[in-house]
């Protein structure tokens, strides 16, 4: 970010969207991003957050969800997908968050690249 920036906001889907809602967070507390100008919005797409039912929280992120994240946030969520519970609880650790639902799986845990 440093090198290839300025950047106004983070585009994260599924594992990218878990580390980009980390990130606001972690930079209010000054443990991530401070030689950046401040995250100013987020997408994220199937999202996450560290911490969860599912995931760990890395210990450097260990503070990211302790106070609800400022940045404005777009979320979408599709109703079908698998990771639904824990893009619901993401939108909730946000102030004002846009949730939008669609129809769609974004994505299948049974995979194969």
Do not use: W
Request: aromatic share 8%.
């Amino acid at each position: 970010m440093v090198k290839n920036g300025p950047f106004d906001g983070l585009l994260g889907f599924s594992q990218g969207a878990l580390v980009a809602a980390a990130l606001p967070g972690m930079q209010a507390q000054g443990v991530a991003l401070g030689k950046v100008e401040k995250i100013k919005f987020l997408i994220l797409i199937s999202g996450a957050k560290f911490g969860g039912k599912k995931y760990e929280m890395p210990k450097m992120a260990s503070n990211a969800f302790s106070y609800p994240i400022e940045c404005p946030s777009l979320h979408f969520i599709g109703e079908s997908d698998f990771q639904k519970p824990e893009s619901i609880a993401l939108v909730e650790a946000f102030r004002d968050p846009v949730d939008i639902r669609h129809q769609e799986a974004t994505q299948s845990p049974n995979l194969v690249s």
